[in-house]
């Protein structure tokens, strides 16, 4: 807070100097506390965790895989194969790869259509999930253990 007001004494000027150092050692502090919580390894590896675990909720990678094939079949298997004959070294294994390309969409479409795989990925979802909690269970009781 700024005074255009002039100071009467020179015992103004200090105090208000001492006030402004005042705080702004408070500030530094809380900065200093700041950086002494990230340089912790345990908190930077939790923020990391959270943040992928956030992701991964967020990500269905079933739909993303419909999305991506369901409009662009034929594309997606040709770059598909492109991409994969590329890094083959034999004309034999270029031509799989590039068969592996073109049938990789449809196996999904079948996959996508098929109520037994949506079971299957509903399982495999649902046991991901107990293990993430059973983890994250005993992480927390480390911790507890710990301190």
Do not use: C
């Amino acid at each position: 807070m700024m005074t255009t007001e002039p100071f009467r004494s020179l015992t103004e000027v200090h105090e208000r100097r001492a006030a402004i150092v005042q705080r702004r050692d408070a500030h530094l502090q809380g900065i200093r506390d700041h950086w002494e919580v990230l340089g912790e390894r345990d908190f930077r590896r939790a923020v990391v965790n959270a943040t992928f675990r956030r992701v991964w909720r967020a990500w269905d990678p079933m739909s993303t895989l419909r999305t991506v094939s369901s409009d662009h079949t034929g594309m997606l298997s040709a770059l598909v194969g492109v991409v994969l004959g590329r890094q083959a070294r034999s004309p034999f294994s270029r031509a799989l790869l590039y068969l592996l390309g073109a049938v990789a969409p449809m196996a999904t479409e079948r996959l996508q259509a098929s109520d037994k795989a949506q079971h299957f990925l509903a399982e495999i979802k649902r046991s991901w999930e107990r293990v993430k909690d059973y983890v994250e269970r005993r992480r927390e009781a480390y911790q507890e253990d710990k301190h």
